[in-house]
């Protein structure tokens, strides 16, 4: 039985600032990365014209197979190769009603994901020296299952503690539980995600010449990896 003179219990957790008896405090804890990209992307364009459609086809499929060979050639160095959009179109004369055609146009889209970026730069620089070949890139990122996302995640719950003890001890008190963790935007119902970072693009075009160009050497792009939490905790009534 309660006493009469007790202080009242309030078992109401859901309140969302706290009560008197278990005020509460809530803070957001941020962490930002530096860190060497794990993967780099590029785009290849090859293209081919022809004044009929079957040998507009024939180049682009010699093409194709050339830049896809190449690429292959490179073994573990190449995590990821990928055939995008093909498209042959027919390009009509400006003057007239009738529809003659001029030339067919025909491009494959091709995506490719390295990890070693010593031979990144040589394969652009071959796939650019290649007949109406086009090369866009690279693009830096980090692996979605990145050590580097955790170790941020860490930092940012951290810092969310750290600043959560810094209010308490103002107050002359101290932390005593957990309330809730929570990534940024988690409470919503569109949750807003940082925008994705080291993308830069450089483009090649392809050049016909007698001896190999030397290859490129791209300096790789640091990635900013970004965690952020909303923590709240109760604290020990202070002594004001």
Excluded: C
């Excluded at 405090?25 to 090859?46: K, N, Y």
């Excluded at 490129?216 to 952020?228: G, I, K, M, N, S």
């Amino acid at each position: 039985m309660t006493h009469p003179t007790d202080p009242p219990t309030d078992h109401r957790t859901d309140l969302p600032y706290g009560t008197p008896h278990a005020p509460r405090v809530a803070v957001r804890g941020e962490a930002h990365l530096e860190v060497d990209p794990e993967l780099a992307r590029i785009g290849i364009t090859v293209t081919a014209r022809g004044t009929d459609r079957r040998s507009a086809l024939d180049d682009l499929t010699r093409r194709n197979t050339t830049v896809l060979d190449l690429v292959k050639s490179y073994g573990d160095a190449v995590e990821n190769l990928q055939t995008g959009a093909l498209s042959i179109t027919p390009e009509l004369f400006r003057h007239g009603r009738a529809e003659r055609v001029r030339a067919y146009h025909g491009s494959v889209h091709i995506t490719a994901e390295l990890t070693d970026f010593t031979a990144l730069g040589e394969l652009t620089t071959r796939l650019a020296d290649l007949e109406l070949t086009r090369v866009d890139g690279p693009w830096w990122a980090l692996r979605p299952d990145s050590p580097a996302h955790g170790e941020a995640r860490r930092l940012a719950v951290k810092e969310a503690v750290q600043r959560a003890r810094e209010y308490a001890e103002a107050l002359g008190t101290r932390l005593a539980a957990l309330v809730e963790l929570a990534d940024l935007g988690a409470e919503t119902a569109t949750p807003s995600y940082p925008p994705a970072t080291g993308g830069t693009r450089m483009a090649f075009a392809a050049a016909t010449t007698e001896s190999a160009a030397p290859p490129l050497d791209l300096e790789p792009q640091r990635q900013t990896v970004t965690a952020q939490v909303n923590a709240r905790f109760t604290m020990h009534p202070p002594q004001l």
